[in-house]
């Protein structure tokens, strides 16, 4: 019986990491019903960072109650990991300050004031040690929210206090980084992202990823000339050019409010990869299967299936994709990377009825990928 690596990204909007990575199972196992299934759920720093990240490590599920991006009250997740070096806490900017947690405020007015005051929760515990998933923010206001959660004051030309929002940062004059958390000095904070854009201008975060956000196009500029003038007054206090630091444009630069207080980052999905022991299982597999809810050319710049098609292929392992969708103009651009990329739908259908039967579409698609493997004579059938 073939031993098979099954390492998805989640389905964004539909499936968790795990899920998918069960429903690929479930469709496997019609065809070899005794298979060696390793399950690997992965993710990259966005929706679903921290699902994968406690599965990965047998972590521990929290909760707290903080801001959301429009302001509102919310309770949400976090986790605890255990390693050799103590705990160390793994926050998911999705989870605070995603899409959903803008409800209808406009982008110029969604705060990641919610990410700060998750961050002092885990102070106040007297957690020193940090992982951050930046993927799938709504917001784009520099990071600012977070920082004034943890002391920091925005000003105005009089000395009030500025709202820490696109929209709050047209009047701001001064920053005082005095009131800063001192514990921040002692802790030791790691972003996981796929991103690497500087904070502003044309390859910044407004630019890039605005649009996605709400910001209207003729918008951009305006929205990116006030970051960067945040972005002068905290490079002065760290004297350094912080916002020019590949992936301070990460979520709407939180990349940025974060590399001021000292992070490093990484690719998020080489963290989770590590943490997941993804090369230990792909040592001796027959097949490995990775998936997303649409690939296209973003695929390329380092998301799940390609981060896991490099480490099938250092192994040795074919490697397959099977996506809830494709882009067809990067198709030819994807498949050089893959032994074969699937897409779920069997005909045309509405996407809500695509993302209602998506675990029934990935098993029905992981169970034909295993016949035409089996009839090919690429894995037996015993």
Same mark, same amino acid.
């Given at each position: 019986?073939?031993?098979?690596?099954?390492?998805p990204?989640a389905?964004?909007?539909?499936?968790?990491?795990?899920?998918?990575?069960?429903?690929?199972?479930?469709?496997?196992?019609?065809?070899?019903?005794d298979?060696?299934?390793?399950?690997?759920?992965m993710?990259?720093?966005?929706?679903?960072?921290?699902?994968?990240?406690?599965?990965?490590?047998?972590?521990?599920?929290?909760?707290a109650r903080?801001?959301?991006?429009?302001?509102?009250?919310?309770e949400?997740p976090?986790?605890l990991v255990?390693?050799a070096?103590?705990?160390t806490?793994v926050?998911?900017?999705?989870?605070?300050?995603?899409?959903?947690?803008?409800?209808?405020?406009?982008?110029?007015s969604r705060?990641?004031?919610?990410?700060g005051?998750l961050?002092?929760h885990?102070?106040e515990?007297?957690?020193?040690?940090?992982?951050? !998933? *930046? #993927?799938g923010?709504?917001t784009?206001? $520099?990071? %600012?929210g977070?920082?004034? @959660?943890?002391? &920091?004051?925005? +000003?105005?030309?009089?000395?009030?206090?500025?709202?820490?929002?696109?929209?709050?940062?047209?009047?701001?004059?001064?920053?005082?980084?005095?009131?800063?958390?001192?514990?921040?000095?002692?802790?030791r904070l790691?972003?996981?992202?796929?991103?690497q854009?500087?904070l502003?201008?044309?390859?910044?975060?407004t630019?890039?990823?605005g649009?996605?956000?709400?910001v209207?196009p003729?918008?951009i500029?305006l929205?990116?000339?006030?970051?960067?003038?945040?972005?002068?007054l905290?490079?002065?206090?760290a004297?350094?050019?912080?916002s020019?630091?590949?992936?301070?444009?990460s979520a709407g !630069? *939180? #990349?940025?409010a974060?590399?001021?207080? $000292?992070? %490093?980052?990484?690719a998020? @999905?080489?963290? &989770?990869?590590? +943490?997941?022991?993804?090369?230990?299982?792909?040592?001796?597999?027959?097949w490995?299967i990775?998936?997303?809810g649409?690939?296209?050319?973003?695929?390329l710049?380092?998301?799940?299936?390609l981060?896991?098609?490099?480490?099938?292929?250092?192994?040795?392992?074919?490697v397959?994709?099977?996506?809830?969708?494709?882009e067809?103009?990067?198709?030819?651009?994807?498949?050089?990377h893959f032994?074969?990329?699937?897409?779920?739908?069997?005909?045309?259908?509405?996407l809500?009825?695509?993302?209602?039967?998506?675990?029934g579409l990935?098993?029905?698609?992981?169970?034909?990928?295993?016949?035409?493997l089996?009839?090919?004579?690429?894995?037996?059938?015993?």
């Amino acid at each position: 019986m073939p031993t098979l690596v099954l390492a998805p990204d989640a389905f964004k909007g539909c499936l968790s990491a795990p899920a998918v990575a069960e429903a690929m199972a479930s469709g496997f196992k019609r065809v070899w019903p005794d298979a060696r299934i390793l399950a690997r759920p992965m993710a990259d720093g966005g929706e679903g960072t921290l699902d994968a990240v406690l599965a990965a490590s047998a972590g521990r599920r929290l909760t707290a109650r903080v801001q959301g991006a429009d302001g509102r009250p919310i309770e949400v997740p976090y986790g605890l990991v255990h390693g050799a070096d103590g705990p160390t806490a793994v926050l998911e900017a999705a989870a605070v300050v995603g899409l959903p947690m803008a409800g209808a405020e406009p982008v110029a007015s969604r705060s990641t004031v919610g990410l700060g005051q998750l961050l002092r929760h885990c102070l106040e515990a007297g957690h020193t040690r940090f992982l951050i !998933g *930046l #993927g799938g923010s709504s917001t784009n206001d $520099g990071g %600012s929210g977070l920082l004034a @959660a943890l002391g &920091v004051r925005l +000003l105005d030309a009089h000395g009030h206090t500025v709202a820490p929002t696109p929209a709050g940062l047209a009047d701001l004059a001064r920053v005082d980084f005095s009131g800063l958390d001192p514990r921040l000095k002692q802790c030791r904070l790691t972003l996981m992202t796929d991103v690497q854009n500087p904070l502003c201008g044309p390859l910044g975060a407004t630019a890039v990823f605005g649009p996605q956000k709400g910001v209207a196009p003729d918008a951009i500029g305006l929205v990116d000339a006030r970051l960067r003038h945040w972005a002068e007054l905290g490079d002065a206090w760290a004297g350094a050019a912080i916002s020019e630091r590949p992936g301070a444009g990460s979520a709407g !630069g *939180l #990349g940025y409010a974060l590399q001021l207080l $000292g992070a %490093s980052h990484r690719a998020g @999905a080489e963290v &989770v990869a590590e +943490l997941a022991g993804l090369d230990a299982a792909l040592q001796g597999a027959d097949w490995a299967i990775t998936g997303e809810g649409r690939s296209d050319a973003q695929t390329l710049l380092g998301k799940v299936p390609l981060v896991v098609a490099r480490h099938a292929r250092a192994a040795g392992v074919p490697v397959s994709l099977l996506s809830g969708a494709f882009e067809r103009a990067a198709l030819a651009e994807l498949a050089p990377h893959f032994d074969g990329c699937f897409a779920l739908p069997d005909g045309p259908m509405p996407l809500e009825a695509a993302l209602a039967g998506a675990h029934g579409l990935l098993a029905d698609r992981a169970e034909q990928l295993a016949r035409v493997l089996a009839a090919c004579g690429k894995l037996s059938r015993t």
